[in-house]
């Protein structure tokens, strides 16, 4: 049940079950989250080693489990990029959101792209956008209670609830669906699961407030500048040459910043 609660030195906030509300946001948004995440994984090994007759790709079962593995260990390895991006970037509650709509494109890109396109497309949307979610729900949630707040161990307590019961029932629809229907329906559905937790977590944004808004430790801009220009020029040194020289425009400021035009002529020996 909803309620409002004040607790003296601090300004009355809206509770569920005497835990901020932001909680049942992250919750939901959670639970969808490994709910398409394993119910996606459960049906993907069979989906690579299957023949071709069969739904399948036809890969080698050694091949197929290896890729599985992988992915698996993309998505633990993304949550380092996650953490970063929410740290110098974007802040952990923008980046729990944006990590929810890419998962959710990596779900379509496996059920509507044809063979290992779809896969490569989609294993690695899924894996990025998993790390950045998994990376920064918990935390956020911890920015909702004060330190010392008695209601802090409950709260993930009923978080992680939500983590596991996702996995528990996607598995089990999956498997109906793939058998019933196809692989490709397997992973639509998993995209309309996320899209589901994604819809709650907009609808109900407003519970979580200001948390997790800030950016702890913002990049500065000239080191976005920098990035810029080197990503640029690793593009122009791998493109094609019909002529010496190509143009490279760029924006910065004076200080480096992000202002005035400022236009590069390369040179490119042949």
């Not at 005497?18 to 909680?23: D, E, F, R």
């Not at 729990?96 to 294993?123: D, E, K, N, Q, T």
């Amino acid at each position: 049940m909803a309620a409002v609660g004040q607790t003296e030195g601090r300004p009355a906030e809206r509770t569920v079950f005497g835990h901020p509300v932001g909680l049942t946001n992250l919750f939901g948004v959670e639970l969808w989250e490994r709910f398409s995440f394993y119910w996606m994984l459960t049906i993907l090994g069979y989906y690579l080693y299957y023949s071709v007759t069969e739904g399948g790709l036809g890969l080698l079962k050694v091949t197929a489990t290896g890729i599985v593995g992988a992915y698996g260990a993309l998505v633990y390895l993304s949550t380092v990029l996650g953490g970063w991006i929410a740290d110098r970037l974007l802040g952990m509650e923008r980046t729990v959101f944006y990590g929810g709509v890419v998962v959710m494109c990596g779900h379509i890109a496996l059920a509507i792209l044809p063979g290992l396109a779809g896969v490569a497309v989609g294993l690695v949307h899924v894996a990025l956008g998993s790390g950045a979610l998994k990376a920064n729900a918990s935390s956020l949630l911890g920015t909702l209670y004060e330190k010392g707040d008695a209601r802090c161990d409950g709260g993930f307590t009923l978080f992680y609830l939500g983590i596991n019961l996702g996995p528990f029932i996607g598995p089990l629809i999956t498997g109906l669906l793939q058998t019933r229907a196809g692989f490709h329906y397997g992973f639509g559905a998993a995209a309309v699961g996320m899209a589901l937790g994604l819809t709650q977590y907009v609808a109900f944004r407003r519970n979580l407030g200001t948390h997790g808004r800030t950016v702890p430790n913002p990049l500065p801009r000239s080191a976005i500048g920098w990035a810029a220009r080197a990503a640029v020029a690793v593009d122009e040194a791998g493109q094609p040459r019909t002529d010496h020289t190509s143009q490279v425009r760029l924006w910065c400021d004076r200080d480096g910043t992000g202002v005035s035009a400022v236009s590069a002529e390369v040179g490119h020996d042949r």
